[in-house]
């Protein structure tokens, strides 16, 4: 199994038989110019929150792939509006198990709106086990304690995070975010990509490395194996 980093909470998760996108917004990127969005194959979509940093291809690359579209109710609906036909509607507590794996919908700390002001129901995360792995994808948060329950419950083996501060946590939250969950490798995501989330990495990975933690930052279009 591994993951690629397609810039700001897009990340691309290859199992022996799934390829599950995650939170697309490629072509606006300007960090992301060299990822080739049109080419990008994927049989499920997962989108956290509704915010246009999270979901701007998600029509395109669903129309495309003919993927299957996760989300909550309310994301679902929307999409279903504009055209998409195949999804799953989840919402926070919820568990299902499909067929690239136990999904369950998380709370996170944050809003959910679409650019045209629809109303985008609750921002979520994600507890995703697949292969013997279990997967946190934060979506966009902040530190909640509500993330105990994670670390108490459902520790991950490995989590994605968002760390770029200003409308998520930053650096220092995440590692308590790490402490909260009872995980000790972690992807940074949601940095950079505009100037109030602009970080300084080296900074990020000494405070993690002080915790005896890991922090890792994939370059965009970089794999990962989990
Ligand atoms: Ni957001
Ligand atoms: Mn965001």
Redesign the pocket.
């Known amino acids: 199994m591994k993951i690629t980093y397609f810039g700001q909470s897009c990340f691309l998760l290859e199992t022996a038989a799934h390829r599950v996108l995650i939170d697309p917004m490629i072509s606006i990127n300007p960090l992301a110019k060299h990822i080739k969005v049109d080419e990008i194959e994927c049989d499920t979509i997962l989108v956290t929150?509704a915010?246009f940093?999270?979901v701007v291809d998600v029509f395109s690359i669903a129309l495309r792939n003919d993927a299957l579209l996760v989300s909550n109710y309310e994301i679902v609906e929307y999409f279903k509006s504009k055209g998409i036909v195949k999804t799953h509607p989840m919402n926070i507590g919820g568990t299902w198990s499909f067929d690239f794996g136990k999904l369950r919908m998380v709370y996170a700390a944050?809003?959910?709106s679409f650019a045209d002001g629809s109303y985008g129901g609750t921002?979520s995360g994600y507890i995703l086990e697949v292969e013997g792995k279990r997967l946190y994808i934060a979506?966009?948060t902040g530190l909640t304690m509500e993330m105990k329950l994670i670390g108490d419950l459902y520790p991950p083996d490995i989590a994605i995070l968002p760390i770029g501060g200003n409308?998520?946590m930053n650096a220092e939250d995440a590692l308590h975010a790490s402490h909260f969950i009872d995980c000790s490798h972690i992807i940074a995501c949601h940095f950079d990509t505009v100037p109030e989330i602009e970080i300084d990495k080296e900074a990020a990975n000494n405070l993690f490395k002080q915790a005896s933690k890991e922090l890792k930052f994939l370059n965009i279009g970089e794999s990962y194996p989990i």
Do not use: L, P, V, W
Request: aromatic share 8%.
């Open positions: 929150h915010h940093d999270h944050h809003s959910s921002a979506g966009d409308y998520t």
